[in-house]
């Protein structure tokens, strides 16, 4: 490995000879099913707003896709955050473990229930959690109490644990369910850009109390904005309805609520745009697979550079392809950055991490070596499904 000075050059050339000559965005929505039909039948109903037939259809469809026993439509993922973590007893106070290298949304929801995000750092394969090192830092950072994980320098109590699938990719599930068991903490997963990759067969999202996932339109599917809570407990599940229908006693005409609720219900409309989308999901998938074979040809020939791939014992999927520059290249990523943007190959640096924005400057956080270097060498490339078919 040495220092390729032709780097920016031969990535943009790469990108190009598998998306075309572009302009090509970093994931642009596909409307190539029923779309039009439903979003008709909806508008044609009059039924456009927080119930409809829509929305009974796409929770349904979400819960056979994901094999999840419920999904419960809201208005956004962050809201699905916010409502899972409400969920798992986060309350005011209490500390949530969670990724440095994530979307700010993460973080956000944690502050709308007043706790305080506690930022860990990040697997080098998987870009989420890695358990070992969590499992290390927990030991010292924190001790037991009456059953309770309680934080060593603040004397808050740790109560859950919120991984987030990076880019498509799960995080070793099965690792953090463990420590989560032997430190007593909740396990609640950010699944907003995982719809459709699973950890031996099994979805992301569902392993936890509650999992979460995103309809944004730069997402695998989109319904223009949306979300979803996914749970296997019958209960919750209900108490997220309640939650996010503004916690109304069901009445044919009374209006009772009984605690404060919110209105996160997703409208018939965009869950309509939902149905159509989940219809495509499997083609998208397959395609979204099918263009990473693509890239990890191309670069399998340029020194310097790799193309993140899926986990073992995983199915990825492939929501934003990444580029992982080697550490004697990392100083190489502004210039790859302007090379392509340049010539209309949409890239992206990966988020700023969390501990460094202005409104989490204070909160605790363990050693983040590995989130501070991928941070450096990531680079997500144009995603979108249906690119690379006629290379
Ligand atoms: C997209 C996303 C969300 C949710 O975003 P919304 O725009 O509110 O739907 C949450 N977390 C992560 C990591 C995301 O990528």
Redesign the pocket.
Known sequence: MAFNQALPKLVAEAIQSIVGDGPSGLHEPNFRGNELVYLKDCIDSTYVSSVGEFVDRFENDLAVFTGAKHAVAVV????A?HIALLLAGVEEGDEVLLPTL??V??ANAVKYCNAHPHFVDSSAQTFGIDPHVLSDYLHTATEMRGGQCVNHRTGRVIRAVLP?HTFGHPVDIDGLMAVARDFNIRLVE?A??SLGSYVEGTHTGTFGMAG?L???GN?TITTG???AILTNCTELAARAKHLTTTAKIAHRWNFVHDEVGFNYRLPNLNAALGCAQLEKLPEYLMEQRGLYECYATAFSEIEGVSVAREPPGCTSNYWLQTLILDDENASQRDSILLATNEIGMMTRPVWGLMHRLPMFLEASRAPLPVAESLERKLINIPSSPGLGRNS
């Open positions: 956004n993922g962050t809201a955050l994530t979307f949304a993460t987030m950010d907003a850009e979460t995103s309809f944004n997402k904005g949306g979300g």
